[in-house]
């Protein structure tokens, strides 16, 4: 690997574009280099697991009504396919109600270091650009394994949260890069697009505090829509603000450390395997990464606990992130809220261990149903429930070996007598770490559970099939990525909808 310095520079210093960042991801991007066997494989895998949260979220509102809004826009063939629906849209529009089905049940792959992401959100832009335009399944892998090396670097280099700027910022930038491997773009063109793609999505983190809305499923689609038309304007000779990390009013400077930033990216060397999806992990459990570990420990501490209306407190030792985002430290009332949103939920730690703690199970609908997080005995259990960042967990966060880092915490329950019972665990057990690993056969049957019901098991085991042969498939055979739904099913869900401008 390179390490790349960024810093901020005066517009006098005409920085060569060679030298700034946003050349070096295109760069990345367009390399020719034969793509590593292993993160082939594990590409499969995100395929899979993207359709399998994308199938189950097929009649929550947001979906619905991304999926609406995109249908409005229908495309001249060949246009792109939409997860619930037979309409062919502009592919920008299928991003938009793929990214955002993909996003909504907050139960695909994260990547955390020194800051979040979900580098799944790159893969349905992705997906619809190559339908769009006739790739081969081998392009696709091609622009999903770039992407994912793009994304990865970004993350581990910069902090956005540390700024509060929502991580899309780095998601846009991966998925521009990644659509320029895909059609093997000149490095020109994939650096304007970078830079466009950034300078538009560049936000708040306010869309993941407090009351979290719906926004938060749509923020990813949006990156990749937005992405999707820099990309279409780089290739038609337009240029974007240059240099968007390095200059003296651009991102670095004025969203991050400000006119001293220094930042340190690695990227690979020409010829280096691009392995960074191999350092990504998926979700067992619907909820925010940090909470995979905790809702295990919950289901292994119920044998121990006895009663639940002897506990007296909770407290929940682990990292800074953990603490600030999701936990007691955020500060943020509508953590301990029983009327509070599904998406404020999925972001508390307090309520999410309270519930395993009781059930000894997680269901991405069940434990999240209205009726569930106002039963009184749970939100009596959950007031008692609080988090506090332990310096030994952020630093075990943070290690720099993928193997020794970790993303779980201590539970210290304290009963009414007195008693003390504690336990711990470092990574969930779906961790590429963890108890049981996630491989083929559990992404399998994670897409298996998920689409039960609305999916037929003929169409199941034709989608399994078609996205196991992915690197052979010809351009036609990408329609195979979407598994056909029970469409009568969708359809009177979306018929109870309000209409809007489209």
């Known amino acids: 690997m390179i390490e790349h310095r960024v810093r901020v520079h005066p517009s006098s210093d005409r920085l060569p574009r060679e030298d700034q960042l946003a050349w070096k991801l295109a760069a990345v991007a367009t390399a020719t280099d034969e793509l590593d066997a292993d993160s082939v494989a594990m590409a499969v895998n995100r395929v899979i697991d ?71 959100d790159n893969i349905p832009p992705l997906l619809a650009v190559a339908q769009h335009t006739g790739r081969t399944g081998a392009d696709l892998l091609r622009g999903i394994v770039a992407a994912y090396e793009i994304h990865v670097a970004l993350v581990k280099g910069i902090c956005l949260h540390a700024h509060r700027i929502d991580h899309v910022a780095h998601l846009s930038a991966a998925t521009a890069g990644g659509l320029g491997a895909l059609l093997r773009l000149p490095t020109e063109t994939v650096h304007q697009a970078i830079q466009q793609a950034v300078h538009t999505t560049t936000a708040t983190r306010q869309s993941r505090k407090g009351e979290i809305s719906s926004w938060k499923a749509y923020a990813p689609a949006f990156a990749g829509k937005a992405a999707i038309e820099a990309v279409d304007r780089a290739m038609r000779g337009e240029t974007s603000p240059s240099p968007i990390y390095e200059g003296e009013d651009g991102f670095l400077a004025w969203m991050l450390d400000g006119p001293g930033s220094d930042y340190a990216v690695l990227l690979p060397e020409q010829g280096e395997p691009r392995r960074a999806i191999l350092d990504t992990y998926t979700k067992e459990h619907s909820a925010e990464y940090q909470a995979q570990a905790i809702i295990d420990l919950a289901r292994r501490l119920r044998e121990k606990t006895g009663p639940l209306d002897r506990v007296r407190s909770v407290v929940l030792h682990t990292s800074h992130h953990t603490h600030h985002v999701i936990g007691s430290g955020a500060n943020d009332p509508q953590k301990y809220d029983p009327a509070a949103s599904r998406e404020t939920l999925d972001h508390s730690v307090p309520y999410i261990f309270a519930v395993a703690l009781e059930d000894g199970t997680w269901h991405h609908e069940r434990s999240y149903a209205p009726e569930r997080a106002r039963r009184p005995e749970t939100v009596e259990l959950w007031r008692k429930i609080t988090t506090v960042e332990d310096p030994e967990w952020t630093r075990r966060y943070h290690d720099p070996d993928p193997q020794r880092r970790a993303f779980g915490g201590r539970a210290v329950i304290t009963l009414d007598d ?36 609305i999916v037929t098991a003929a169409e199941q085991d034709r989608f399994l099939a078609a996205a196991g042969h992915l690197a052979d498939l010809a351009a036609v055979d990408l329609d195979g990525l979407f598994p056909a739904v029970d469409l009568d099913v969708v359809a009177s869900y979306d018929a109870k909808l309000p209409k809007g401008l489209f």
């Open 50 to 120: 993207n359709a399998s949260v994308a199938v189950a979220s097929l009649v929550r509102r947001p979906v619905a009504v991304a999926r609406a809004q995109a249908t409005a826009h229908r495309a001249t063939a060949p246009g792109s396919s939409v997860f619930g629906s037979r309409t062919r849209v502009s592919p920008e529009w299928a991003a938009w109600a793929n990214g955002t089905a993909v996003r909504e049940l907050d139960f695909h792959d994260t990547y955390l270091a020194a800051d979040y992401s979900h580098p799944g």
């Open 418 to 453: 007195g008693t003390v019972v504690e336990d711990e665990l470092k990574v969930a057990d779906a961790h590429p770490a963890g108890a049981r690993p996630f491989g083929r056969t559990a992404y399998q049957g994670k897409f298996r559970t998920l689409a039960d019901g």
